[in-house]
């Protein structure tokens, strides 16, 4: 079994587990894992779910004349100012934010 494979496997029975709502050591008499095993693997989830958790942010937003919102929304982020017309792709802004937020 490739290492990636392992990771899927061992990733589908963590989301199990938590699913289970069994303790650890219960869940691995119930499917047979060693608790060494299962809890190396508990904790290598865990740290990367907390990698990939970032910190809430607030946004700075600035409320204007409704009619304004029916022609173009002005975005900044940093130092960027992004303009949003009403016809706009969502998943290119989503794109875009996602971009500016690497600078």
Same mark, same amino acid.
């Given at each position: 079994? !490739?290492?990636?494979?392992? /990771?899927?496997? &061992?990733?589908?029975?963590?989301?199990?587990? #938590?699913a !289970? $709502? /069994? !303790? $650890?050591? +219960?869940?691995?008499?119930?499917? $047979? %894992?060693?608790?060494?095993?299962?809890?190396?693997?508990?904790? +290598? %989830? @865990?740290?990367?779910?907390?990698q990939?958790?970032?910190?809430?942010? &607030?946004?700075?937003?600035?409320?204007c004349?409704?009619?304004?919102?029916a022609?173009t *929304?002005? *975005? #900044?982020? $940093? +130092?960027?100012?992004?303009e949003? @017309?009403?016809?706009?792709?969502?998943q290119?802004?989503?794109r875009?934010? #996602?971009?500016?937020d /690497?600078?």
């Amino acid at each position: 079994m !490739s290492q990636a494979e392992r /990771l899927l496997e &061992w990733k589908a029975r963590i989301a199990e587990f #938590r699913a !289970s $709502g /069994l !303790s $650890g050591s +219960k869940w691995c008499e119930k499917n $047979g %894992f060693r608790k060494k095993q299962f809890f190396y693997w508990l904790a +290598k %989830f @865990k740290e990367a779910d907390t990698q990939l958790e970032a910190p809430a942010q &607030w946004l700075q937003v600035q409320a204007c004349e409704p009619e304004a919102l029916a022609s173009t *929304i002005e *975005i #900044r982020i $940093g +130092k960027a100012t992004v303009e949003v @017309k009403p016809d706009f792709d969502p998943q290119l802004l989503v794109r875009i934010v #996602r971009a500016l937020d /690497l600078c």
